[in-house]
């Protein structure tokens, strides 16, 4: 539906150019923005290596498993029925930790790696398990305190003041994060009884 929305409004923004004589405009205005596109893309491939890379380093390094069982008694709660042992807590943990960082881009990977040895614990394959759906939660919803992404674009457009947004964004993820987390053990608890 939102795509036949911005078809139908693209369509119409070009007609009404043409009728008018201005195609032109649109053609100018669409390079211009294909090509800020492509600009600030190349400008958040330098952000998203040095963070890849150092989370790659820090899970070489064995820093990832000691995060593991630092944060596992808490990770258990959230997560239940997962073996103490299991290759997802770590996965699980990378990509919160890329998600409290605010590189949601390199938070992708670690998340596809926790929903494969998620799956890989799932009795029922054909249905996700509850914590798959737990994570996701968190994922979605998780606090930012360093929304390096955005502050990047923002320093890309040449924004005055690019870290402004750090409170309201940790004010905004947090309360996502805490309404996520209790709508979850609330509706576990309910689908138990």
Known sequence: MVNAIWLFMLATGIIVAALNGRIDVVTESAMAAAELGVETAFGLI??????????????????????????????????????????????????????????????TPFGLKAMQELQKENPHPDTASPAMITFLALNTSCITLVPATIIAIRMKAQSVNPTEIIGPTIVATGCAMTLAIIADYLIRRRSKS
């Open 46 to 107: 330098g952000v998203m290596s040095l963070w890849l890379g150092l989370m790659k380093l820090a899970e070489d390094a064995g820093f990832i498993k000691a995060l593991a069982r630092f944060f596992g008694p808490a990770i258990r709660r959230l997560f239940p029925t997962l073996r103490e042992d299991s290759p997802a807590l770590g996965a699980i943990i990378m990509n919160l930790s890329a998600n409290i960082l605010g590189l949601g881009n390199a938070a």
